[in-house]
């Protein structure tokens, strides 16, 4: 069965950096594209950032140029790299893949960015 695990959220203060994982089981994780959504408290989910199996990359306005998405496909594993964070990169931070048609998630990871 398809799992996504995160991991890797906690406080950071403003201008800091983190770094979430999520590892991947249950699929041939080098053949399907992988996302980052985060959801705020009383917002929709959003798409944060995408990387095609091919390794080609997308963001959101928002994060261009201090989110930096990455796979090791020996590992199954995404990475998100966070830096300069804000007040408005505190969510739950969620890895994402659709494999054959169905959306899979993980549970979500907090971030939460504070002085």
């Known amino acids: 069965q398809v799992q996504l695990v995160e991991s890797g959220g906690g406080l950071v203060q403003p201008g800091g950096s983190l770094r979430l994982s999520c590892a991947a089981s249950g699929f041939t994780f080098s053949s399907y594209a992988m996302k980052w959504y985060r959801q705020a408290p009383g917002k929709e989910r959003e798409l944060v950032a995408a990387?095609?199996?091919?390794?080609?990359?997308n963001y959101a306005d928002s994060v261009k140029g201090r989110f930096t998405i990455s796979r090791d496909n020996a590992k199954n594993t995404v990475y998100l790299q966070m830096n300069s964070l804000n007040a408005e990169d505190t969510a739950v931070y969620y890895c994402n893949s659709r494999v054959f048609m169905k959306d899979y998630w993980g549970q979500g990871t907090q971030v939460t960015v504070s002085s």
């Open positions: 990387i095609a199996s091919a390794g080609i990359t």
